[in-house]
């Protein structure tokens, strides 16, 4: 047993890691920085726990955590004081003032081995100073999607993390690795978390995207009562052959739909409850407690439910309507059969859902007078020097992340120029309503949203594999003959990929005359190419149309 698997058992009682676990843990250890990507319930916690004890006990200093997930902080807080650990501490907007100010102390007296902080803390100067002023081993950015303005929960309190990646390993007289971790991440998303969270000397992690004990299943729904008609068979009193057993969760596009479904589901005997970031935050937390107990069975949700979420025996995700996108549904779907058990994946589609997820696509972003504004304020204040964001900050009473928000089409179009320190430099000095921004980085946003809605209709009317559906999106190559996993191959529609005689295969860079440069995702059935371009996403082209003009898509050596 080499003293790794020696650490694992005498801190955390384990014989064995975890698949991408130990190769995390150990270029973490040899100084590297790490982007891991495992599922939800893989383990990634571990990966900076354990690095964490074995450092501290070093004398390195403290693994700083930062995560959005204000109740996993306090869970694993929880779990590891069960365990013994006395050197953990938590810093968000929950925890009272005189217990912030003691974790403060313990910081500065390097007594603390592990500190789980919010982004929206971290992008304070006065937090970042103690944090510069104390000695710093690791940095671990949990949920590191959000970094990115392509990824699904894009937070601007993240864009000044790299800011803080930077002034960390300034001060301190060791190298300090940084790991960023997340559940999902399509290509052009692992690629915007490594530039701005300054990722180098990098080990790239990523495993078990591959579920084979989750089936996969859509309905297809006719009209506005075909919902109700299909639930009824999976849950009703006189379900058939294909029912859904709980626990489980109903994942809903919006709060008005939650409450008659779970009124429905208790009429049919179901202990079911409704879960919303309309609710106040005791009746939230009640309704989670009980669904972990098993006194809730039945949990119909927003996607404000499961983040954090860790219940390892649920048996089926049911989607009512259609998410925004395949990276959406991985990981929400995802959160059933974490303990390896058979578990249901099923989505209701019907085509008329999308207009609600295309007028959510269509509100990402800033908009133009919102960018206006702030430059208006920056003509007002700037004096031709290098200027502090928190200043503007401040001149417009918003948060520094909420303006880092409205920066990046100001970058993009060359009026503006950030430095390292965080503060910005005027390039050119143009009135307001002179700004020209075109195709800036809020319209590139909404064509991306837009097309990823495009790709989770793909995968409801798709004829082949779901599972390769899903896993080609991801960016891992996946053919089989019949993966036995998904409505589709159960019933001999699906088609395998690798017999496909056509120009273009997956992971093949094209050029596109208008579009620029994008990689092939997948074979849409032998007669269509999916390719995801870096500019406006993913667009799919008939190969019918490209043998007509072999011009509009051209393969790069």
């Not at 309905?219 to 009824?232: C, F, P, V, Y």
């Not at 990981?331 to 099923?346: I, K, P, V």
């Not at 082949?464 to 019933?491: I, K, P, S, V, W």
């Amino acid at each position: 047993m080499d003293t790794l698997q020696k650490s694992l058992r005498s801190v955390f009682g384990f014989d064995a890691f975890q698949p991408g676990q130990r190769k995390t843990i150990q270029a973490l250890l040899t100084g590297h920085d790490v982007l891991c990507i495992l599922p939800t319930g893989a383990g990634k916690s571990l990966t900076y726990q354990l690095p964490a004890h074995i450092l501290h006990k070093k004398g390195r200093g403290v693994t700083v955590v930062v995560s959005p997930l204000i109740a996993l902080m306090k869970d694993q807080a929880d779990a590891l004081a069960a365990r013994g650990w006395s050197c953990v501490g938590v810093l968000n907007s929950h925890i009272p003032a005189e217990a912030q100010a003691r974790t403060l102390e313990r910081l500065a007296a390097d007594e603390l081995c592990l500190l789980y902080v919010t982004p929206e803390r971290v992008e304070t100067e006065s937090f970042l100073q103690k944090l510069m002023d104390a000695k710093v081993a690791m940095l671990a950015v949990d949920e590191a999607h959000c970094v990115s303005q392509w990824g699904d929960d894009f937070r601007p309190a993240y864009l000044r993390l790299d800011e803080a990646v930077y002034a960390i390993r300034q001060s301190q007289t060791h190298h300090v690795p940084v790991l960023a971790l997340t559940a999902t991440a399509p290509p052009l998303v692992r690629d915007e978390i490594i530039e701005r969270l300054r990722l180098d000397d990098l080990t790239v992690v990523a495993h078990g995207f591959e579920r084979n004990n989750l089936n996969l299943e859509v309905e297809h729904i006719a009209d506005e009562s075909g919902k109700w008609i299909a639930l009824a068979r999976r849950l009703g009193p006189e379900r058939n052959g294909n029912r859904l057993e709980p626990p489980g969760i109903v994942y809903c596009a919006t709060v008005r739909a939650t409450e008659p479904i779970a009124e429905k589901l208790r009429e049919w005997g179901w202990p079911a409850a409704v879960y919303h970031g309309q609710m106040e935050r005791e009746e939230r937390q009640r309704v989670q407690d009980s669904f972990m107990q098993g006194d809730i069975q039945i949990v119909v949700a927003t996607n404000a439910f499961g983040l954090g979420i860790d219940k390892q025996d649920l048996r089926f995700v049911l989607h009512w309507d259609l998410p925004g996108s395949p990276e959406t549904y991985y990981q929400e779907a995802g959160r059933a059969g974490r303990d390896g058990l058979t578990s249901t994946c099923l989505l209701f589609y019907h085509p008329n859902d999308r207009h609600l997820q295309s007028f959510f696509a269509s509100q990402g972003g800033p908009s133009e007078d919102e960018i206006r504004t702030l430059w208006a304020t920056l003509g007002r204040i700037y004096q031709g020097e290098p200027l502090p964001l928190t200043e503007l900050a401040s001149e417009m009473g918003l948060k520094p992340g909420e303006v880092e928000r409205l920066l990046p089409p100001l970058e993009e179009n060359g009026y503006l120029l950030r430095g390292e320190d965080g503060t910005l430099e005027v390039l050119r000095i143009v009135p307001p309503d002179s700004l020209d921004l075109s195709m800036t980085q809020a319209v590139k946003r909404q064509a991306f949203d837009q097309s990823r809605l495009k790709m989770m209709e793909g995968y409801a009317l798709t004829h082949d594999c779901r599972h390769e559906f899903l896993l080609n999106y991801l960016g891992q190559a996946h053919d089989t003959d019949n993966c036995g996993h998904c409505d589709n191959c159960r019933n001999g529609r699906s088609i395998r990929q690798s017999d496909l005689d056509l120009p273009f295969h997956p992971g093949d860079e094209v050029l596109h005359p208008s579009w620029g440069g994008g990689k092939v995702q997948r074979l849409e059935g032998g007669e269509a190419v999916t390719i995801l371009f870096e500019q406006v996403g993913y667009k799919t082209i008939a190969l019918a149309i490209w043998e007509e003009n072999p011009e509009l898509l051209k393969r790069i050596a």
